[in-house]
């Protein structure tokens, strides 16, 4: 893509992002802003659906995808070594924390899984 086409859409979608901001600000709604913590969330999130400990949204039934909550676990874990020393120290505690918690209940529910299947 030409250079002068990509800065003709990056200055007309932060054009449109501030024309929400202020939509938003005058009718008293807040305006959700991405930040480090939602993505590593969101990504947290989907892994503890996909190992079954929530509620899928969607279907509103628990189901269990243990491939599909590596994956997402391991996308944390790459997400952690690519960012390392560019994060604030809250940014490097949540992400650190996260994937701790992540691990730990994937490997329990792994082991539960193959505890039904041996007996």
Do not use: C
Request: proline share 2%; glycine share 2%.
């Amino acid at each position: 893509m030409p250079e002068e086409i990509k800065k003709n859409v990056d200055e007309k979608w932060k054009s449109q992002v501030e024309k929400e901001k202020q939509a938003a600000k005058e009718a008293n709604k807040t305006y959700h802003q991405a930040s480090f913590n939602l993505l590593v969330s969101s990504l947290a999130m989907q892994a503890m659906i996909s190992m079954g400990k929530l509620e899928n949204p969607v279907t509103k039934k628990i189901e269990a995808d243990l491939e599909q909550a590596r994956f997402l676990i391991d996308t944390l874990g790459v997400l952690e070594e690519k960012t390392k020393g560019n994060l604030t120290s809250e940014e490097s505690h949540f992400l650190e924390e996260s994937l701790f918690n992540l691990r730990m209940n994937y490997v329990e529910t792994k082991n539960k899984k193959e505890e039904k299947i041996i007996k």
